[in-house]
C-alpha cells in the first residue's frame, strides 16, 4: 500500500506540476498585491493572511452579498487539483494499478492517503509561501500582534483571539475542509462524471457563502464565521475538526463500499 | 473441459443496466497457446478480457485461473499482465522511468528485466527522449512492454498491433511467438484475420456478446 501512495505522489506531482505552479504563481501574486496594499499600515504576514483568505462573512441581508474571490480560490483550486489527478488516474491508470496491487481495499485507502497528504502539503507550502513573501515585503517576519491587527482586526472580533489563533483557525480550517470536500469528490466520483462531480463541489462552496449553517462542508474554513467573529453560530475549531473527521470518514468508507462493488469498466 | 486448463470460463455472462455484454462464455485455455479474439467494435472482446482479469464481475458463471476462482479465492489473478487501454504514462518521464515508476508497485524486477522488456518490443531502453516526444507506435510498444515485463503466466492484449507499423507488427509477431514457448498463456484480440490466423492456435470470433465461431489456425506439417 505504501508503494502505491508514494506512487501517487510521484505521478500527481509530475502530472500536474503545472497546475501546482499556476496555483502557486497566482497565490505569490495575491500576496505580493496584498502585502503592498497594507505596508502602509504595519502590518505583518498574519495580517495579510488574514485579507486573503477572509471570506465574506455571515450575510443579514442579500444586498450586503460579495462574492469571496479569494477565498474561493483558495479553496476550489486545491480541490481541482486533486479532483483531475483522481479522474485522471481511475481513468487511464486504475486497471493497472489494479492488477499490480490486487486489492481494491489497497488502492482505494492509498489514494485516501494521497488526498490527506495533499490537503496537507499545499497548506503547508501555501501558508508558508504568504509567510515568506509578506514577511520580506513588510520587512516584518514576527506573527505577533501588530498595528494593523489591532486597529484593524480586532474591533471586527466579537470574542477576542490572538494572531496565533487567527493563524491555527484559517490552518486548521482549510486542510479539513479540503479533506472534507476531496473525500466527497472521491466519492461522487464513483457514480457521476467528474464534471458532474466539480459542480456539485462548487454548489457546496457556494452555498457556504450565503448560509451560516455550520453542518455545511466548506464553511469550516471560513475564518469569519468562526465563533470569535460571530458568536451566533457557535463555530469552535474543536467542532469544525470533530465534525469535519465525521464526514470526512463517512465519505471515504463510502467510496470504497461503492468502489469495491462496482465494476472496473 | 479440461480440467487441468490453465484458465477456465464456465458459462460466463455479463448483464449491464438490462443489456447482455457476454452470454454464456465457456473457454479452456492452456498455457503455451495464443488465442485470439475476433469481432466487430462492441462484439464483447475488451469485456471478456476484464471479466477475465477480474475487473468486472460475471452476472453468471465464474472464470478459474490455476484452479482458483476468481471473485472468491482471489480478487485478482495472481500473474497478469494486460493491455487494455492505453496506460496514462507521464508525458515528462521516459519510456525506463515510465516503466520503473509501475514496477516498484510489486518490486519484483530489477531495471536489467524492465531495459530488457523495453528491448524485446523494439525500443532503446536508454533513450532518454520523454513520453511525450513517443509516437504512436512507441507508445503502443511501451504499453505492450509493461505488460509483458513482470514475465506474467497470463497475458492479454487488446488491439496490440493498433498503431504499429508493418515492422512493428512483425516483431509483435516474434515477440509473441518468444513468449509462447516461454509457456505463457496469451489472449490477444484484433480486428486483422490475417493477423489473428497467422499468430493464434486458436480463435475465437464473437458476436453481441457471444462467441460465435471457434477453430484451430494450426495446420500440421502433413496438412
Known amino acids: ?265 | 473441459m479440461a480440467a487441468s486448463a490453465f484458465l477456465q470460463a464456465v458459462h460466463l455472462s455479463k448483464v449491464i443496466k438490462s443489456q447482455i455484454i457476454l452470454k454464456d462464455i465457456n473457454l479452456s485455455l492452456d498455457k503455451g497457446y495464443i488465442y485470439g479474439f475476433r469481432g466487430k467494435n462492441g462484439s464483447g472482446k475488451t469485456m471478456l478480457f476484464r471479466a477475465l482479469c477480474g475487473l468486472i464481475r460475471p452476472t453468471e458463471g465464474k472464470v478459474i485461473i490455476d484452479g482458483a476462482e476468481l471473485g472468491k479465492e482471489m480478487s485478482f489473478p495472481p500473474s497478469v499482465g494486460v493491455l487494455i487501454e492505453h496506460p496514462g504514462f507521464l508525458n515528462g518521464y521516459t519510456g525506463f522511468g515510465n516503466l520503473k515508476l509501475l514496477a516498484k508497485l510489486n518490486d519484483v524486477i530489477d531495471d536489467d528485466r524492465i531495459r530488457e522488456a523495453i528491448r524485446l518490443v523494439g525500443l532503446d531502453p536508454n533513450d532518454k527522449r520523454k513520453y511525450r516526444k513517443y509516437s504512436l507506435g512507441m507508445k503502443q510498444r511501451l504499453g505492450i512492454a509493461q505488460a509483458i515485463m513482470e514475465e506474467p503466466d497470463l497475458i492479454i492484449l487488446d488491439e496490440p498491433t493498433n498503431a504499429l507499423d508493418s515492422d512493428g507488427v512483425e516483431e509483435l509477431k516474434n515477440l509473441l511467438l518468444t513468449l509462447k514457448a516461454k509457456n505463457k498463456c496469451i489472449l490477444i484480440a484484433s480486428h486483422d484475420k490475417e493477423e489473428l490466423d497467422y499468430l493464434s492456435d486458436e480463435l475465437f470470433v464473437m458476436e453481441n456478446g457471444k462467441i460465435i465461431d471457434h477453430y484451430s489456425c494450426k495446420v500440421t506439417d502433413d496438412e
Open chain 1, 1 to 265: 500500500m505504501s508503494r502505491l501512495f508514494f506512487r501517487d505522489v510521484i505521478y500527481s506531482v509530475s502530472y500536474g506540476k503545472i497546475k501546482y505552479l499556476a496555483f502557486f504563481a497566482i497565490a505569490a501574486c495575491l500576496t505580493i498585491m496584498k502585502s503592498v496594499e497594507i505596508k502602509p499600515f504595519s502590518a505583518n504576514s498574519v495580517d495579510v493572511m488574514f485579507l486573503m483568505l477572509q471570506d465574506n462573512g455571515t450575510i443579514r441581508r442579500a444586498a450586503d452579498y460579495q462574492v469571496p474571490f479569494y477565498w474561493e480560490f483558495i479553496q476550489f483550486f486545491p480541490l481541482i487539483l486533486i479532483g483531475d489527478f483522481l479522474h485522471q488516474d481511475e481513468s487511464s491508470n486504475r486497471t493497472y494499478l489494479l492488477l499490480r496491487c490486487r486489492s481494491k481495499i489497497r488502492y482505494m485507502i492509498a489514494k485516501i492517503g494521497w488526498m490527506t497528504w495533499q490537503s496537507g502539503w499545499l497548506f503547508i507550502l501555501l501558508f508558508f509561501l504568504i509567510y515568506v513573501l509578506s514577511s520580506l515585503i513588510l520587512g516584518d517576519f514576527s506573527l505577533g500582534s501588530s498595528s494593523y491587527f489591532q486597529q484593524q482586526i480586532m474591533p471586527m472580533m466579537e470574542a477576542k483571539a490572538s494572531p496565533a489563533s487567527l493563524f491555527v483557525h484559517m490552518f486548521i480550517g482549510f486542510v479539513v475542509t479540503t479533506m472534507v470536500l476531496s473525500a466527497l469528490q472521491l466519492l461522487c466520483i464513483q457514480f457521476i462524471s467528474p464534471i458532474a462531480t466539480l459542480f456539485i463541489m462548487i454548489c457546496l462552496c457556494s452555498l457556504s457563502t450565503f448560509s451560516s449553517s455550520k453542518w455545511l462542508p466548506a464553511i469550516h474554513s471560513m475564518i469569519l464565521k468562526r465563533n470569535f467573529f460571530d458568536t451566533a453560530h457557535h463555530l469552535t475549531l474543536g467542532f469544525s475538526v470533530a465534525y469535519s473527521l465525521l464526514v470526512y470518514v463517512l465519505a471515504c468508507v463510502f467510496a470504497i463500499y461503492a468502489f469495491v462493488k462496482k465494476d472496473i469498466l
